[in-house]
């Protein structure tokens, strides 16, 4: 229709012929790009060839796409992006489209061929160990020590800032101080359905020792938590394999408080899956480090994660540990890769 316009009126200037087709509704650079096309070569239709590039991601190389995205272990949507020619945003809808989504790998430890024949034999032998001590009843008690930092750098998720772009963020956004020996305080605790036991903290001068660990957890602080919430004697204390834990003074002290424990033949190594205590140390910290807390010394720490234990709730905890001995089952029957979700 431009066209044919133009051949009828042909001392009508470009400007003109727009301002009329404007007031039919077509855009001027349409009509603009029409007639250079048409000046330039002599016809407004396209060469062969010429526009944009096709992205030809046809169902071949699209079921191709999915198949190597969810069967390799480290992918990446820009390498997938240069090896079928198309832009990473298409590699990610395509994903998106076929239903593939990214999910966070979730961390473990790292496990020889001689841990994992390990792992097999005492979790066989922990399930047969509490099925003999009736699963219905059974409690599970766990003991373990982490670590505590004056601030809460070292939490995952902590590690980075909000900036326009790098040039504009300050230095302080930019870097996360870490000292050589950075001031912390290790504690200790035991958990179970039915509570928590009282803290200890261990003195900054060193690690726990099998004397510390005998005397002021074992001793002072794991018999009277037992005595107090599992006065049936209805339990099953398991630690982890520690060195002080199973030292030979430590496994005499539990067998002369007659501590029922699991030994350390029946306790499988690497296996943080099935110790719901690993997560309750995560949620103890995320209490102690709300909003960006800080410590200004480790006796305001101290009495920072003494407040915090006040203000867990006991809920999470009782359900955490119930599920411990469907975790072994489900271990057992599966292996401990099965716990992974």
Known sequence: MIVHYKESHPDVSHYSIAKYFKEMGISESTTYSILARYEECGSIDRASGSGRPAELMGPKNRQRLVHEAISTDFPSETRFALKYGISQPYVSKILSEEGVHSFKKTKSPCTSDVQQKTQKVRIDR????ILDKNVASVAVVMDDESYFEMNATQ??????????????????????????????????IAISDRGISHPYFVPSTGALTSHLYQTKCVTQRLKPFLDTYHVDGEYLF????????????????????EINFVSKEMNPPCCPQLRPIEDFWGILKQLVYEKGWQAENLDQLKRRIKYCLTKVDLSVVHEMMLHVKSHIRKARASGVSSMVH
């Open 126 to 129: 922990l399930y047969r160990l």
């Open 155 to 188: 939490l995952p998720g902590n590690d980075h800032y909000f900036s326009y772009c790098k040039d504009t963020a300050t230095t302080s956004q930019k870097l996360a101080p870490k000292a050589k020996f950075p001031p912390k305080i290790m504690m200790w």
């Open 238 to 257: 398991w630690p982890d394999l520690a060195s002080c834990h199973y030292a030979k003074n430590t496994v005499k002290l539990l067998e002369e408080l």
